[in-house]
């Protein structure tokens, strides 16, 4: 079957936020306003559990109004097939950002216009400059008391560092927020109402001043915004031109101002290449703005592959190659979500080459083995429709593949190859799992294992001396949605219990250590000599192995062996057993014997080196310590900022944003467990924080001890 429509006229973007932007209400409106649904409904009505929004349909988003796990929908405006993922905001589930933006070839990032640029904004932004995503921003929540359309530019520009070009202004702000300037197409849109299917007028840029309603705004900081109308809107199109030396010296030299149709060619061309970011605003809980934020998706964002395709690689990472997004290629697919419930195993992939058909047989090269598409679905949310094949630039989902999991490649079985990998960040804090009745531990380890699969940022593990099943995540909530959604999805009940912090170790100084490792008790006997020098690294390098014998003393098929066992040794220390990181360890010198040396003597005899070392060289305990932002009023800010201190934390940064307050500083995880019921009684349940994990360091000689009880007790 031929392609329906050209990859030109396809969009894969995703909708990326700090918690409670309005990402969720913003995909609510577009959907409703290309056709896809007929009724909107807003998030805050969804916490009785009686009706849900299009992608925020789990039992627990519904519950705590936030989204959990991104959710993709198709849809279609002005001839354009538009894919749409709405991501998680909150900093727990950032994996679902990494791996949406990974597989997408632009993002509309959304802003509160009263709080701006927020920390998971930040975090979001540095993952879409990791993965070279496009770009667009929307300044949403302009009816709010507070909002502040400049403040929130100059965030974009100051704390991101975007170069941006701006294609809208507000006309007024609070509830005198009537609409905004186009200053690329050079008109006003002024809302005539407030319902979902209001209409707007459309007066010429010069006439919006004059026009009745923006006579009558209060606010000085509106007013001004309307004066600069024409000096802004000179100022975009010359951010504009940039983009075009001809146009440039048309415009500098003879005032020459291109067509409408020229200017949005040369901001496309600055967005897809990630020079520019096209700024919008609007209010979608109050309806307005959401088209003309459909009409930018059309006309700046990047169809697939026009801004390159993926990276090829060789297994050591290394980048050999790029595909190119086109149909007449061998398949080239990227699997970068899984998703496991009653029904079965969905495994979302984006297709960046060649066509996919049902009863193909694909080769998943990250595992080295074989998988049979045997049903393909696009999905609408937790809605489902069978299709017969995809195509290069597609976005679907596999049901039921075996051995594929997130961030694997699945190829053509005749020209394998593996794809660019997703980085997932290290799991900051665990809990023990157990089952609720003893007759369920075999229901429990299948369950934990399907969420571990579909979840990269979980880690599973049996603790050696206590039997227990240990689970790793980003944080609290993130802990306890994931053993919630095994009762939900996977019918499996589980207790939690209480969240431990995963501390590390590190060298204290740099020690020489000489180990000797002799064995004879009847026939070949066992033997090897190291001598090796372990110093503590840069926070960060990793473990570092470095072979410095000469003359031969060892031979070199052992040194991999003395290699490989600090390596793995390294993975529990000498304080509590936890691993130990950023030290370089150098094997200076040695001896062997010609009959009874072997790669194994060799092993043993680093094990028992770097055991010994560790413990001469007055290890230290690493803890790892949390960025935090506290969002408040004024009047509290001080009850906050002493409990940062008492929880042996310090203040970075505080100030103003908008009429709130806000604090940031850096606090041990170990002291943070339970912080929202503080924040909750401090505030009067006014404040919100957000916390992601900055670095590991030295937890304090006097608190060694107390932190270790805390954790066996």
């Known amino acids: 079957m031929a392609r329906q429509k050209p990859l030109k006229l396809y969009r894969n973007i995703g909708i990326i936020a700090h918690i409670d932007a309005g990402k969720t209400t913003t995909t609510e409106r577009v959907l409703y306003y290309t056709g896809k649904k007929h009724q909107i409904v807003d998030v805050h009505d969804t916490k009785d559990g009686k009706g849900s929004t ?65 920390p998971q904004t930040e975090t979001n932004w540095r993952l879409a400059d990791q993965y070279k995503v496009p770009r667009m921003c929307y300044v949403n929540k302009m009816d709010r008391i507070g909002a502040n359309f400049k403040h929130c530019v100059e965030g974009i520009k100051n704390r991101l560092g975007a170069n941006v070009v ?107 290449t990630g020079d520019l970011v096209p700024v919008f605003c609007g209010s979608s809980y109050r309806n307005k703005g959401v088209q003309q934020l459909l009409d930018g998706v059309v006309d700046y964002m990047p169809y697939p592959g026009e801004n390159g395709g993926i990276s090829m690689v060789d297994e050591d990472g290394n980048i050999i190659g790029e595909q190119d997004v086109t149909d007449d290629a061998p398949v080239r697919a990227l699997a970068f979500k899984v998703i496991n419930d009653q029904f079965g195993t969905l495994t979302f992939t984006r297709i960046y080459s060649g066509v996919i058909k049902k009863g193909d047989t694909l080769q998943n090269v990250t595992r ?12 609408q949310a937790n809605a489902t429709k069978e299709i017969e094949e995809v195509r290069a630039g597609d976005i679907c989902a596999f049901v039921s593949l075996k051995e594929t999991e997130t961030g694997d490649s699945l ?4 020209h394998p190859v593996l794809l660019e ?55 609290e ?14 019918g499996v009940e589980a207790n939690m219990g209480k969240p431990k912090v995963s501390f590390r170790e590190a060298f204290g100084q740099q020690v020489e250590h000489v180990y000797t490792h002799k064995k004879q008790s009847g026939g070949s006997g ?14 960060g390098s990793g473990v570092v192995f470095s072979d410095e014998v000469v003359g031969g003393r060892v031979p070199r098929e052992y040194i991999p062996a003395v290699e490989h066992a600090i390596r793995v040794e390294s ?122 994990f900055d670095r590991y360091q030295e937890v304090p000689a006097n608190m060694v001890a107390t932190l270790m009880e805390k954790e066996t007790k």
Not at 172 to 178: A, L, N, Q, T
Not at 445 to 474: F, H, I, N, R, W
């Open 368 to 379: 080295g083995k074989k998988e049979r598409i045997g049903r393909i679905v696009e999905v």
């Open 421 to 475: 990998r997703m980085r997932f960040p290290d799991p900051v804090i665990s809990v023990a799992v157990e089952p609720k009745s003893r007759n369920d531990v075999d229901k429990m380890s299948t369950a934990l294992y399907k969420m571990v699969k579909a979840d990269p940022s979980l880690q599973m593990e049996v603790d050696k001396e206590t039997g227990q099943t240990v689970l790793k995540g980003m944080g």
């Open 54 to 118: 299009t992608t925020d349909y789990m039992e627990q988003e519904r519950k705590r109004g936030i989204t959990i796990q991104s959710a993709a929908v198709s849809t279609e405006w002005k001839g354009h097939q538009i894919n749409v993922i709405d991501t998680p905001g909150h900093v727990d589930f950032t994996i679902e950002v990494n791996r949406s933006l990974r597989v997408l070839d632009g993002a509309v990032v959304v802003f509160d216009g009263v709080a701006g640029v927020e």
């Open 571 to 692: 993975r529990q220390g000498q304080i509590a057993g936890y691993e130990v990181l950023d030290f370089k360890a150098r094997l200076i010198d040695g001896k062997f014997h010609d009959v009874d040396s072997s790669a194994l003597a060799f092993e043993i005899a680093a094990r028992a080196c770097f055991r010994e070392a560790q413990k001469m060289s007055k290890p230290k305990l690493l803890e790892p310590v949390m960025k935090l932002e506290v969002v408040t009023e004024p009047d509290y800010l001080g009850d906050v900022i002493g409990d940062i201190n008492r929880r042996r934390g310090s203040v970075s940064e505080q100030g103003q944003r908008g009429p709130s307050a806000f604090v940031q500083g850096y606090v041990p995880l170990a002291e943070m467990f339970g912080y929202i019921n503080f924040l909750r009684s401090a505030t009067s349940g006014r404040g919100n924080f957000t916390m992601e």
């Open 166 to 272: 701006l294609c809208q202004v507000p006309l007024g702000s609070h509830d005198e927020f009537i609409g905004m300037a186009d200053l690329i197409a050079g008109q006003g849109y002024i809302w005539l109402g407030d319902d979902k299917d209001s209409k707007w007028e459309t007066i010429p840029l010069d006439q919006v001043a004059d026009h009745p309603k923006v006579k009558a705004f209060q606010a000085a900081g509106d007013r001004e915004w309307v004066s600069q109308l024409a000096a802004l809107r000179e100022q975009s199109i010359e951010t504009a031109v940039e983009q075009d030396e001809a146009a440039m010296d048309a415009y500098l030299g003879e005032g020459t101002v291109p067509s409408l149709e020229d200017l949005k060619k040369y901001i496309r061309k600055g967005c897809v």
């Open 477 to 490: 909530l993130h802990l306890e949605i994931t053993i919630d959604r095994m009762r939900t999805e996977l």
């Open 526 to 539: 066992q033997f090897a000599e190291v001598k090796i020098i372990f110093e503590p690294g840069e926070p």
């Open 411 to 414: 190829t053509d079985p005749a």
